[in-house]
T-cell receptor, first 112, second 113 residues
Framework: QQQVKQSPQSLIVQKGGISIINCAYENTAFDYFPWYQQFPGKGPALLIAIRPDVSEKKEGRFTISFNKSAKQFSLHIMDSQPGDSATYFCAAGQYNFNKFYFGSGTKLNVKP | EAQVTQNPRYLITVTGKKLTVTCSQNMNHEYMSWYRQDPGLGLRQIYYSMNVEVTDKGDVPEGYKVSRKEKRNFPLILESPSPNQTSLYFC????????????FGSGTRLTVV
């Protein structure tokens, strides 16, 4: 059973556009929702993370929106740049238990 | 530089030939974990370790073994590799509470023929 469902699988966005990646989870015990960014040939790296006590977190051009009642969260990349082209993974889990499940990944291609 | 180092980066082997993928971290992290990455399936956890001599199964442990004899090292052992273990493998580490998320290695591309 997939703990975290991520969509879309791939995404093409024009430079300057908004990229949106969505994730959904089922386990209401999950209390930490990180996003990881992975460039080709590299391991994933933490991009931004949110706890469920807030509905939105913004860091530069990257924003997480969180809907606790719907058990959904999304990553918005504003003013997308070719350098943002990468695979993005959402994750969800229990922070104090250090147990997380990853989504299936979204390959983002930002066209110049 | 704080990092997780995996070796080898690429490996082609034959079915049934035992192999070990090494993982080492220099951040004194308590937690270490192995993942496999497959297209459309994302990152799936194989095994993890909360500290020295403490290991536990993840979501896809079949066909793999691990050990944690030292805090810095967490090798992944495939005793009898099969073609369905062809994948991209990542080692990750973090403090016991992952306040800065996981630090991942650069990956090991394994092909079993």
């Amino acid at each position: 059973q997939q703990q975290v469902k991520q969509s879309p699988q791939s995404l093409i966005v024009q430079k300057g556009g908004i990229s949106i990646i969505n994730c959904a989870y089922e386990n209401t015990a999950f209390d930490y929702f990180p996003w990881y960014q992975q460039f080709p040939g590299k391991g994933p790296a933490l991009l931004i993370a949110i706890r469920p006590d807030v509905s939105e977190k913004k860091e530069g051009r990257f924003t997480i929106s969180f809907n606790k009642s719907a058990k959904q969260f999304s990553l918005h990349i504003m003013d997308s740049q070719p350098g943002d082209s990468a695979t993005y993974f959402c994750a969800a889990g229990q922070y104090n238990f250090n147990k997380f499940y990853f989504g299936s990944g979204t390959k983002l291609n930002v066209k110049p | 530089e704080a990092q997780v180092t995996q070796n080898p980066r690429y490996l082609i082997t034959v079915t049934g030939k035992k192999l070990t993928v090494t993982c080492s971290q220099n951040m004194n992290h308590e937690y270490m974990s192995w993942y496999r990455q497959d297209p459309g399936l994302g990152l799936r956890q194989i095994y993890y370790s909360m500290n020295v001599e403490v290991t536990d199964k993840g979501d896809v442990p079949e066909g793999y073994k691990v050990s944690r004899k030292e805090k810095r090292n967490f090798p992944l052992i495939l005793e009898s590799p099969s073609p369905n273990q062809t994948s991209l493998y990542f080692c990750a580490s973090s403090p016991a509470i992952p306040n800065y998320g996981y630090t991942f290695g650069s990956g090991t591309r394994l092909t079993v023929v």
